[in-house]
Nanobody, 125 residues
Framework: QVQLVESGGGLVQAGGSLRLSCAAS????????MGWFRQAPGKERELVAG????????YYADSVKGRFTISRDNAKNTVYLQMNSLKPEDTAVYYC??????????????????WGRGTQVTVSS
């Protein structure tokens, strides 16, 4: 069992930055690939970034490539999402999720085993 708790969301102006954190419970965090998803009102949940269990492989959606960076610290059981040059269209609830397939960095929503409750990110224009 893995419990995930996101933090770091908030209100920021366009062009600003935020750093999201996702703290995981349990001793097996390092065995899971991790993903950051987002869901805007009326839209489907989408994967924005993924990272393998070791941190050696990453994936980014085209919409965030070059602006967002995913990283993890397995010693701290935490995965991060650094978000720079934020745009109003980045406004959404951001969720972290854990995938028991350690190498899968581009998974579908239904392939992730554990989810956090989400943190709101609002970017004003």
């Amino acid at each position: 069992q893995v419990q995930l708790v996101e933090s770091g969301g908030g209100l920021v102006q366009a062009g600003g930055s935020l750093r999201l954190s996702c703290a995981a419970s349990g001793r097996t965090f390092s065995r899971y690939a991790m993903g950051w998803f987002r869901q805007a009102p009326g839209k489907e949940r989408e994967l924005v970034a993924g990272i393998s269990s070791s941190g050696g492989s990453t994936y980014y959606a085209d919409s965030v490539k070059g602006r967002f960076t995913i990283s993890r610290d397995n010693a701290k059981n935490t995965v991060y999402l650094q978000m720079n040059s934020l745009k109003p269209e980045d406004t959404a609830v951001y969720y972290c999720a854990a995938d028991s397939v350690p190498w899968r960095i581009l998974g579908r929503v239904e392939e992730y085993d554990y989810w956090g409750r989400g943190t709101q990110v609002t970017v004003s224009s």
